[in-house]
């Protein structure tokens, strides 16, 4: 016995990744289906050994289904997500239409699995932005421990978090450098992305910071805990997958360097990789394919009281969106939903 589940969104590189992590870690299903938009209409994905053709997502009925995986933006998920609820079967949406409805639990498994009851109010579960998510697994811990102040992260950003025109961008971009007579403007991005870093993600709000940022400060405050301080400076680099993230903690008491690494791995979803010599660390081209949040570079921040800096590393694709969206649907069904 198993669940119906519902991937809306599957031809793009979310949706088809949550069809191989669903398949990978054998999530309970009798019956799995893929939508996209009309104009992808019979497109072959992948699920596991099997291969299905996407169905219309315009007027599909969702009642009977238990789950449904969205990837398909806000404005479509405006769309569709009320009526699939309505229907009877729970969303659990990666886009940003509802991560700062209060209404709606906000979930990284890892940190706030017990929020996922809270999805009754609207049958509606958000999943939070892709750099969010590996910075509260790494900071739930300590945390926990000594409760953290004030946050000051850099983020690293690869393009995929972009999608595919992104990730077309960068490639017909790098290649145009060896190519004296091709030029590829910028189109996806602001500027040449290439052999280049773009201090610009999202919109600009009106304070200077962008959307971006705006959002790792919101999100970390209703996944972990409102009184964090956090202040952001979002940079998409020429990666194709894989956000890093350089991050310098306050805490309310000493959290000696040793100790916080032995507290991270211990931790859920979590691997520690930190050697203070050539390679002893983990880069974002090591972390692609991989479920864990990665952690090195864990060292005492001397010009604070109670600081630590750390390195923080992950699979955008998997635990900043798809992996994240199944282990939701897991805990969704450990806790609340019966099987069949």
């Not at 590189?13 to 289906?33: C, H, K, S, W, Y």
């Not at 950003?157 to 450098?177: C, I, N, P, R, Y």
């Not at 971006?212 to 202040?231: C, N, Q």
Request: glycine share 8%.
């Amino acid at each position: 016995m198993g669940y119906k589940v519902v991937v809306a969104g599957a031809t793009g590189n979310v949706g088809r990744e949550m069809l191989n992590i669903l398949a990978e870690r054998q999530f309970p299903t009798d019956e799995v289906v893929a939508l996209a938009s009309r104009r992808s209409l019979g497109t072959e994905v992948s699920y596991g050994d099997k291969t299905l053709k996407t169905k219309d997502i315009e007027g599909f009925d969702f009642s009977g289904y238990d789950i449904a995986l969205f990837a398909i933006g806000s404005d479509a998920t405006k769309k569709y997500a009320p009526i699939a609820a309505s229907q009877g079967c729970v969303v659990i949406d990666n886009s940003s239409l509802y991560r700062y409805d209060p209404d709606v639990p906000l979930v990284v498994p890892e940190v706030n699995a017990e929020a996922v009851e809270g999805y009754t109010k609207k049958n509606i579960i958000a999943n939070p932005n892709c750099s969010t998510a590996q910075l509260v697994v790494a900071l739930k811990p300590l945390h926990d421990r000594a409760r953290i102040k004030r946050v000051v992260v850099s983020t690293y950003q690869s393009v995929s978090g972009a999608g595919k025109d992104g990730m077309d961008e960068l490639w017909e971009q790098t290649k145009a450098v060896y190519n004296p007579t091709a030029e590829v403007p910028a189109k996806k991005f602001t500027k040449e992305i290439a052999f280049n870093v773009i201090p610009h993600i999202d919109v600009f709000l009106d304070d200077g910071s962008t959307k971006e940022e705006w959002k790792m400060t919101a999100e970390t405050k209703k996944i972990l805990d409102p009184s964090i301080k956090l202040t952001a400076t979002c940079v998409r680099v020429p990666v194709f997958v894989g956000h890093s993230e350089a991050v310098n903690i306050e805490f309310e008491e000493f959290l000696d360097e040793d100790e916080a690494r032995d507290i991270l791995r211990e931790a859920p979803g979590i691997m520690v990789v930190d050697k203070r010599e050539n390679g002893g660390y983990i880069s974002p081209k090591e972390c692609v394919g991989d479920y864990a949040t990665f952690i090195s570079r864990i060292r005492q921040d001397s010009t604070i009281e109670n600081g630590l800096n750390l390195w923080c590393v992950s699979d955008n694709l998997r635990k900043g969106a798809a992996l994240n969206a199944v282990q939701i649907a897991e805990t969704l069904g450990n806790r609340c939903l019966k099987k069949g």
